[in-house]
């Protein structure tokens, strides 16, 4: 490991000042540190962000905040956390395992990396981690990687379950920086690749994540549905993010954000549209991850998602408007 220098911020503020060119947060480390070993992040300066007073889990009127340091598992047992949004503590029980989610960060979560096995490996080339280098698993080992919002440079999928279900509940990212203070909707947060897919988010060097507020909770019944490879510790091969209102028979509000499909959290606002106003019926329902799923560009050996995808939207649909 590449050696480096280490300072604990004192405030928000003080963690602005001192990350400068070469540094980064450390949070839970959970992936900064593995990426540190492996050599594919090699930071000149750690700015520890662990310590600050951002662990609060706060009701705002009809919102709830919470602090960006607040641990994964903290967060899914929080009691108003799964009254109000059991989609969202479901999604993170399933990442990762009891250990981890012990260590790892509201922030941190958000901001992890790809787990493309060339993007982990420096022996190979990469887009993501040398731009311009090339995109080896275009051609070689695809099978967990994107179907939907790929480019030429870029197959990566984006990791995380938390996103996933914090985009279908539109949540807000607080961030503060050397540009001063802004608010991003959970939804744009993310990128997708381009032609600079070394950029995984909008945020400017040096912008702190210190806060995801939740807005009040959508009409309706919700849930987070995540295909796996196996039942423990594995990312998803297609996770859904799902909430479904319905009255009278009709299809009143729909939201939709997939997983281990794209680059990023994935809003599936296609079949939102053919959704809503119609008819909740298996039939429109097949309709809606059609039409969604039109625009996936596959490659040979992760093609196999399309049905998945398409599968995982309906069934879980289904399960909603039962």
């Excluded at 050696?3 to 990350?19: G, L």
């Excluded at 600050?52 to 047992?77: F, K, Y």
């Excluded at 989610?101 to 887009?127: E, H, I, K, S």
């Amino acid at each position: 490991m590449k050696t480096f220098e280490y300072a604990r911020a004192q405030s928000p503020a003080d963690a602005v000042s001192r990350c400068g060119p070469g540094a980064m947060y450390l949070g839970g480390g959970t992936n900064l540190v593995d990426l540190m070993r492996l050599g594919v992040a090699r930071p000149d300066h750690l700015v520890d962000v662990s310590r600050l007073p951002l662990d609060a889990i706060e009701e705002a009127g009809d919102r709830v905040r919470v602090g960006a340091a607040v641990r994964n598992s903290d967060l899914a047992a929080d009691p108003l956390v799964r009254s109000r949004y059991p989609m969202l503590a479901r999604a993170v029980l399933s990442g990762a395992s009891g250990q981890v989610r012990n260590m790892a960060t509201v922030a941190g979560n958000l901001l992890q990396r790809t787990r493309c096995p060339y993007f982990q490996d420096v022996t190979r080339p990469c887009n993501k981690r040398e731009p311009g280098s090339g995109c080896p698993a275009i051609e070689g080992d695809h099978t967990n990687l994107a179907i939907l919002g790929t480019s030429h440079a870029c197959v990566a999928t984006h990791p995380s379950d938390m996103a996933v279900a914090l985009a279908a509940l539109e949540a807000e990212v607080h961030v503060t920086g050397p540009g001063g203070d802004r608010i991003i909707p959970i939804p744009g947060l993310h990128r997708l690749p381009g032609d600079a897919p070394e950029r995984d988010t909008v945020l400017e060097p040096g912008d702190l994540i210190t806060a995801v507020e939740l807005p009040a909770p959508p009409p309706g019944a919700s849930l987070y549905r995540k295909v796996r490879e196996r039942a423990s510790f594995a990312f998803a091969l297609v996770s859904i993010a799902a909430v479904l209102d319905i009255r009278d028979g009709v299809v009143a509000g729909c939201r939709i954000a997939l997983g281990g499909v794209a680059h990023a959290p994935w809003r599936a606002e296609r079949a939102e549209q053919v959704l809503v106003g119609g008819p909740a019926t298996g039939e429109a329902f097949l309709t809606a991850a059609e039409a969604e799923l039109e625009q996936a560009r596959p490659l040979p050996r992760n093609a196999f998602k399309l049905p998945l995808a398409r599968n995982v939207i309906v069934r879980t649909l289904e399960e909603l408007a039962s």
